[in-house]
């Protein structure tokens, strides 16, 4: 049972929810008042109290009693109760190829129930942006047409496209419900899409693991007296993570980082530009800065995504030796389109270009009065 719903929900216009929290297994037999909802919330109406219990297996029992007045039912949140989809190949990551491969289709699936996503054990969820067409293990990617919901919206129904040909959606797949929960996930009632071969996608932008490490910052300073360097080679890394600061977004610096820095020896950077989020999931090399040789210790590849949000993720791996740490530096990254170099060379095309990072900059908290002028523009690549 939810521990709060709308009225005018679960088929019902006095809508009954548990005023209280779920007891524990070691709570044993508790008993709980019982709410009901009514005229879109603007009152509520007291039911009689129930008996609960939880039970080992997870879930929930209850002794239920005939509501106090017409028109009130019980309501089951499907957050507590979801089939666990973790297939790896839903991800973008994991791209189609026509040889020698099976594409998957969810059309053939026998959808029952409510879903919650997972990618190799990481909680994940739909990308509600346009997923590159031939990925996530089939051929035209299924996303969500809509933001997810919050937990106060309860559940809603969301339409689903299909990527395919250059055009997001292809296919106008059939509608499916969504609902947010308390537990920082959704959960999702699958039904089959009218064709094959169509698939959900899943995406680890919206579900990792925060790495907050502030020795991880270029401004920590390694020293050989009394110092512990650290290594990541002996941590175990398991699905995705994205780099915090002190609480304060971060990611990894894509230029070479002085070593003895980053609370390690040989530090860890980006050998190559972070993508957008269009670029969906790429494989970036990584680089070990030591002995004034930026790229002393040629790294394993790692996986990087850019979200939407603004920030990126990364599908971190262990260096093969010791003592290599990945740095993070707490930086605004901004990205411009430029057609041609003459977008910083000509007068026009500057305060274009001006004005778009300034928009970007006030979405960071910086003040509408902020003015930027451009310095030096210096070309060094042909």
Known sequence: MPDHVDGNSCGTAGSL?????????????????VCGSWVNNCWYIYSDPIKVKACPG???????????????????????????????????????????????????????????????????????TCVDASSCGTAATLWLNGTHPTVEDGVVTRDVCGNW???????????????ACSGGFYV??????????LAYCADPCYKYTALDDPWRSPDYQYSYIGY???????????????????????QMPDTCVDASSCGTAATLWLNGTHPTVEDGVVTRDVCGNWVNNCCTFQSKSIKVKACSGGFYVYEFVGP??????????????????????????????????????????????LPNSVELKLGKVQKIKP
């Open 228 to 250: 512990i360097d650290m290594c990541d080679r002996d941590v175990n890394w398991v699905g995705w993570y994205r780099l915090f600061i002190n609480g304060q977004s971060a």
């Open 188 to 197: 999702y009632e699958f039904v089959g899409p009218n064709v094959c071969n």
């Open 58 to 128: 997870v879930y929930y029992v209850y002794e239920f009693v005939k509501p106090t007045f017409c028109s009130g039912a019980y309501c089951a949140d499907p957050c507590y109760k979801y089939t666990a989809l973790d297939d790896p190949w839903r991800s973008p990551d994991y791209q189609y190829s026509y040889i020698g491969y099976i594409d998957m289709c969810d059309r053939d699936v026998n959808w029952v129930g409510w879903y919650r996503l997972f990618i190799n054990g990481q909680s994940a969820q739909m990308p509600d």
């Open 320 to 365: 093969n030796v010791c003592n290599l740490a990945y740095c993070a530096e707490d930086i605004v990254g901004l990205r411009a389109k430029l057609s041609s170099f003459s977008d910083l060379t000509d007068t026009g095309n500057v305060q274009v270009i001006l004005q778009q990072i300034k928009q970007e900059l006030v979405k960071y908290g």
């Open 165 to 179: 040909v250059n055009n997001c959606c292809t296919f106008q797949s059939k509608s499916i419900k969504v609902k």
């Open 17 to 33: 929810w548990l005023n209280g929290a779920h007891p524990t297994v070691e709570d044993g037999v508790v008993t709980h008042g």
